[in-house]
């Protein structure tokens, strides 16, 4: 329930924030590190209550890829695709 919460709050606030409109100062470094944050704080919360920060972990990645993904720009979804990818490969 931690995971799948974090998840959606993550896919609301990358639809209605914008976070993309900051790409001429930022680039697609201020959403690459929002989407960590959000990849990383499900886990910490559930640990910290007590509960599965894996299962929270597994909850959140699947909802984060079905709704959040496709609310990133073009160049934040390259990069989060690229690094995803060279995590899971180490």
Same mark, same amino acid.
């Given at each position: @329930?931690? #995971?799948? #919460? @974090? #998840?959606?709050? =993550?896919? $609301?606030?990358?639809?209605?924030? %914008?976070?993309?409109?900051?790409?001429?100062?930022?680039?697609? +470094?201020?959403?690459?590190?929002?989407?960590?944050? *959000?990849?990383?704080?499900? *886990? $910490?919360?559930?640990? =910290?209550?007590?509960?599965? #920060?894996?299962?929270?972990? $597994?909850?959140?990645?699947?909802?984060? +890829? %079905?709704?959040?993904? &496709? &609310?990133?720009?073009?160049?934040? +979804?390259?990069?989060?695709?690229? $690094?995803?990818?060279?995590?899971?490969?180490?």
């Amino acid at each position: @329930l931690v #995971g799948l #919460g @974090l #998840g959606c709050l =993550s896919s $609301l606030l990358f639809k209605h924030v %914008r976070f993309y409109m900051h790409t001429d100062k930022h680039g697609p +470094k201020l959403e690459l590190a929002v989407f960590l944050v *959000f990849c990383y704080a499900p *886990f $910490l919360l559930a640990e =910290s209550a007590g509960l599965s #920060g894996i299962v929270a972990i $597994l909850f959140t990645g699947t909802s984060m +890829k %079905r709704y959040t993904y &496709n &609310n990133l720009s073009e160049p934040a +979804k390259d990069t989060v695709s690229t $690094l995803v990818s060279l995590l899971a490969h180490i």
